[in-house]
């Protein structure tokens, strides 16, 4: 298995041979077929890209699966039409059209627009059943998997007096989303490892503390490269328009958009959010946030900036603001059941 950090980790034919076959062993197969030296140093000219990735792709020898999560990123990260898009293009071509008797997957997970951004990669076809739209789990099947981690990865008595308490605690934070489930399952995995399978009330505020940083990081991976003073004027233009919690009218956060001297491109900047995953469309017409801890987390920010900049907030937004601290109040004061 072959896990890539980034889609530019396949933006070099060379880079993407040393992390599917292993640097020593490329160098070693790549001799014997002689393959060239400009090659061997890593050199390698945009128009000699395909012939290269396909005289790699015949040195893979094993089984192999490569992973790309958050994979829309891709549009981010790289610049259409730019030397390192258009090697990436190749590659992934090279890859997707392969011919190697091993076996070759490629594994890509990431948001609804991810199969636009493959489409502009020219990759040819897809498999009909190639592309699998997740939506969120349902609870039941939320809490099984959680419960897998716990008792398949830390040995725990699946029969625990505790574990369906535990359960309902990870799965409130976990609201059904798959990164979530698994970032919180993960932590739960490792830290009942450390503690010997003991379910107690100090390991798992840890595991939800741990886990919230995770969840929170993510959150933050999604606003890469926007300011904070950039993130203030979409913030305010998102939730001085909702509709409600689930309902966010385009038009309207648009016009807010034009009417700001610091966004020059309000169409673009709209899009870029729905790329990065930040706002979603339903089937009414209408945009959401899709996780809800992730509007929680945008409001908190909001708050955060708007105290930085001295920005007063509306009288809508400062009852977000108001809400929230309530709510982080309650959840202090609040007890975890103690367990043994």
Same mark, same amino acid.
């Given at each position: 298995m072959v896990e890539l950090n980034t889609i530019i980790d396949l933006a070099n034919p060379i880079q993407c041979a040393h992390l599917l076959i292993?640097?020593?062993?490329?160098?070693?197969?790549?001799?014997?077929?002689?393959?060239?030296?400009?090659?061997?140093?890593?050199?390698?000219?945009?128009?000699?890209?395909?012939?290269?990735?396909?005289?790699?792709i015949s040195l893979i020898d094993t089984p192999t699966l490569l992973i790309l999560d958050e994979a829309q990123m891709a549009e981010i990260q790289l610049t259409k039409g730019s030397d390192p898009w258009r090697q990436v293009s190749v590659i992934l071509n090279g890859l997707h059209n392969l011919k190697n008797?091993?076996?070759?997957?490629?594994?890509?997970?990431g948001l609804s627009n991810t199969q636009n951004i493959f489409h502009d990669f020219k990759i040819s076809r897809f498999y009909t059943n190639a592309i699998i739209d997740l939506q969120r789990i349902d609870q039941s099947s939320e809490k099984a998997i959680l419960k897998d981690y716990i008792v398949q990865e830390a040995y725990v008595?699946?029969?625990?007096?505790?574990?369906?308490?535990?359960?309902d605690q990870l799965s409130k934070e976990t609201l059904q989303?798959?990164?979530?489930?698994?970032?919180?399952?993960?932590?739960a995995s490792k830290m009942l490892k450390k503690h010997n399978g003991v379910l107690s009330d100090h390991v798992l505020?840890?595991?939800?503390?741990?886990?919230?940083?995770?969840?929170?990081?993510?959150?933050?991976?999604?606003?890469?490269?926007?300011?904070?003073?950039m993130r203030c004027f979409i913030y305010h233009a998102i939730f001085e328009n909702e509709m409600n919690p689930n309902t966010i &009218?385009?038009? $309207?956060?648009?016009?807010?958009?034009? @009417? %700001?001297?610091?966004?020059?491109?309000?169409?673009?900047?709209?899009?870029?959010?729905?790329?990065?995953?930040?706002?979603?469309?339903?089937?009414?017409?209408?945009?959401?946030?899709?996780?809800?801890?992730?509007?929680?987390?945008?409001?908190?920010?909001?708050?955060?900036?708007?105290?930085?900049i001295s920005l007063k907030p509306s009288m809508k937004i400062q009852r977000m603001f &108001?809400?929230? $601290?309530?709510?982080?109040?309650?959840? @202090? %004061?609040?007890e975890i059941k103690p367990t043994g």
């Open positions: 292993g640097r020593k062993k490329f160098q070693k197969k790549a001799k014997e077929i002689g393959l060239d030296l400009k090659v061997l140093k890593g050199k390698i000219e945009y128009e000699k890209t395909e012939e290269t990735i396909s005289e790699i008797e091993h076996g070759f997957v490629c594994l890509f997970g008595d699946p029969h625990h007096p505790d574990l369906d308490h535990w359960l989303w798959p990164h979530h489930i698994v970032c919180y399952a993960e932590t505020g840890t595991i939800l503390g741990k886990g919230l940083a995770l969840k929170n990081d993510y959150y933050q991976r999604r606003f890469y490269k926007i300011s904070p003073r &009218d385009v038009d $309207t956060v648009l016009d807010d958009f034009e @009417l %700001n001297p610091y966004i020059k491109e309000p169409k673009k900047t709209w899009n870029d959010l729905v790329s990065r995953g930040i706002v979603q469309v339903q089937g009414n017409g209408f945009y959401q946030i899709p996780i809800p801890s992730m509007r929680t987390w945008m409001i908190g920010q909001y708050q955060a900036y708007c105290q930085t &108001d809400t929230l $601290t309530s709510s982080k109040t309650k959840d @202090l %004061n609040s």
